[in-house]
């Protein structure tokens, strides 16, 4: 039932940094952006989406694809309920649109297990 809102995409040379948002809203009750697993998931042209990151909820640990470990780095504000990827030494198959999602009841490299999705903000590498 979140709202989730990405941004900072764009176009960037190999070896650069660009650093995505996810900005959620629409919480219910008492419950925060801690309480949810955010993932982040990319899908290039013609490939299949797969799994970047994700921050487990129940233990508080950040997961990444092999592609994406000593790269990317996942963070969060709980203040301004804003999931973070910052993503360096970045490469051409790295160019994708990169969607953030979230989910109340699973910890999961699944796509399926993710209730909430934002539309995805594309990430192109390229010089």
């Known amino acids: 039932q979140l709202k989730l809102v990405e941004s900072g995409g764009g176009l960037v040379q190999p070896g650069g940094s660009l650093r995505l948002s996810c900005a959620a809203s629409g919480f219910t009750l008492d419950y925060t952006l801690d309480y949810y697993t955010i993932g982040w998931f990319r899908q290039a042209p013609g490939k299949e989406r797969e799994g970047v990151s994700y921050?487990?909820?129940?233990?508080?640990?950040?997961y990444y694809a092999h592609f994406a470990k000593g790269r990317f780095t996942m963070s969060r504000d709980n203040v301004k309920n804003t999931v973070y990827l910052q993503m360096d030494s970045l490469k051409p198959e790295d160019t994708a649109v990169y969607f953030c999602?979230?989910?109340?009841?699973?910890?999961?490299?699944?796509?399926?297990?993710?209730?909430?999705w934002g539309q995805g903000t594309q990430v192109t590498v390229s010089s």
């Open positions: 999602a979230a989910s109340a009841r699973h910890s999961s490299w699944y796509s399926g297990d993710y209730e909430d």
């Open positions: 921050y487990g909820s129940h233990s508080g640990t950040t």
